[in-house]
Every structure is written in C-alpha cells, then in structure tokens.
C-alpha cells in the first residue's frame, strides 16, 4: 500500500468538511457560552434575593436591585441567543460536515452512487452537484483554499480495490469504532458527575430549608440552592449527555458489526453495495441527532 493511499483520513477531506465543521464547533461554542452566562445570571438573581444590603433603615435594599439587574442581562443574554441562532447554524453545519464526510468516502473509495464502472469524470460531476445540494443556504462564514476533489480522494478512487478496502478499513469504520467508543465513554461520565453533583446540591437543600424551617440563620438558601439544583438541571438537558452516550455506544457496536461483514474478495458491485450500506449506517446516529435536536432531519447523502 503506498503512504498516499494509506494516509488518507478525515484530515484530508475537502474544504468544505473543514469549513462547515469549524463553523459547528464555532457555533456550539457560542451558544453554550451563551446559555452559560444567562444561567450563571439567574443564580445571581437568585443569590442576591436571599440577601438584605441596606445603608439606611430606610433606603434602598441593594441586593433587591442587583437581582433585578442580572434578571435584566439574563433576559438580554436570552435575546441575544434567539437573534444570533448559533444553535440552529450549530446543527445546519454539523449535519453538512458530516453530509460532506460520508459523500467524500462513499466516492473516494468508490462505493454507492459513485462505483468503479462510473467513469472518473461523470462521477466527479455527481460528487460535486450533490455537495452543492448540501452547502445550498448554509450560513458558513469560513471559505477556505483547495478543490472540493482533492489529490488525495483522487488517489484513492484510483488505487486498486484492495487497498481501498484497506483504507475504508482502517481509516474510516475501526476510527469511527474508536471514536464513537471513547465519546460514549466521555458523555457517561460527564452525565455521572452532574447527577452527582445535583444530588449533592438537592441534599445540601434539604439542610437549607431545615435551617429556613427552624429560623437558624438570617439568610434564606432554600431559593439559591434551587436555583443551582435548576441551573444544572438545564445544562445537562442542553447537552442531553445520557441520551447521547447511549446513541454513541449502540453506533460503535452496529459499525464494529459492519466492519465483521467486510468480505476482502468482494467484487466491484458487493463492494459498492458494502460502501454505500455501511455510511448509512453511520449517518444514522446523526440523523437522529439532528433530527432530536432541531425537530428535522438535515443530512443529506
């Protein structure tokens, strides 16, 4: 196998995978930075309602006016979120990278719709009319340089079919295994340590209204631990971390599954036919992830 064909990965596919994924992971940065600060200022507000800060007698309770000022940024932190629709531009770019992804492999390799009896120039007119059918209406700020078929897919495609199975192998079914495998693991034990952590805060509530019953102490924390137990409780739906380690783990099986049927002898069409069945497989998870998070299915293939 030569160092070309053996190298080719994710990393080498087209701009437009690059463009699009940094713009999703650009745009989830944003928006949970977002939904951070607006939680973080409903725990102020809630903060400063526990407490009395008065100069006067008579005068103006300070910490009554610092918690209508957070609930006033929080309400312009939640106007910002609808107007700048990074959430929704997170999954419109997540969904074309991974459009973009399994189209460049299914016609690197020469799987379904793109077989080795398809003659070079014809497919590379389907490959390209089909990624323009994904980038239409996208709002993707980065363009970056190179051709949307670039040398190392060429390479590939023309290699033999031997060392395309090689590739589609290693480099894209025992990776996305590995991948899926460890973000499982990672989102598992995220979702644990934030369920710990709400329990810990609904316990610690319970000695807040014992203390709030009983009149112990002047400060009442019933309503800032709440609003912390509520503020977790938001962060973790938003990143819906048990649903995700579970979508992620039933994919690394079905894939491993997939990659057990990879026959070594298969002819062009079995091969073409394996391709195209095997990135389905894999598009489903996202399918259904983008179809969880925004109401509607947006990978195209």
């Known amino acids: 196998m030569t160092d070309s064909v053996q190298g080719f990965t994710w990393r080498q596919l087209p701009p437009f995978f690059q463009d699009a994924d940094t713009g999703s992971i650009r745009s989830k940065r944003r928006y949970f930075g977002q939904l951070r600060i607006n939680l973080l200022l409903l725990f102020l507000a809630a903060a400063c309602g526990a407490l009395t800060i008065k100069f006067h007698k008579q005068g103006l309770d300070w910490a009554g006016a610092a918690a209508a ?20 531009r997170w999954y419109e770019c997540r969904a074309a990278a991974e459009s973009c992804k399994t189209l460049s492999w299914r016609y690197a390799v020469c799987g379904d719709p793109f077989p080795e009896s398809m003659p070079i120039d014809e497919a590379r007119r389907l490959y390209l009319s089909r990624l323009r059918d994904i980038s239409m209406g996208l709002e993707i700020v980065d363009v970056s340089t190179g051709l949307d078929v670039n040398d190392a ?9 031997a060392e395309r199975m090689e590739v589609y192998k290693t480099n894209r079914l025992a990776e996305q295994v590995e991948w899926y495998s460890r973000l499982a693991t990672v989102r598992d034990k995220s979702s644990r340590w934030w369920r710990r952590c709400a329990l810990s805060l609904e316990l610690i509530g319970v000695l807040a209204g014992i203390v ?14 709440s609003a912390a137990v509520a503020g977790i409780t938001a962060w973790f739906q938003a990143h819906r971390l048990d649903t995700e380690a579970a979508a992620y783990s039933l994919t690394a099986r ?24 095997a990135e389905t497989a894999i598009s489903r998870e996202h399918t259904m992830w983008s179809a969880g998070r925004s109401g509607r299915s947006a990978l195209l293939e």
């Open 69 to 88: 000022l957070a609930f006033i940024g929080s309400i312009i932190v939640r106007l910002y979120i609808e107007q700048q629709r990074d959430e929704r």
């Open 153 to 161: 897919m060429a390479r590939c495609r023309t290699s033999s079919r």
């Open 212 to 225: 709030k019953a009983y009149g112990i102490a002047p400060v009442d924390l019933l309503g800032v631990v």
């Open 254 to 277: 079905e894939i491993r599954h997939i990659l057990s049927l990879l026959d070594e002898n298969a002819d062009a069409n079995e091969w073409s036919k394996f391709v195209g069945q």
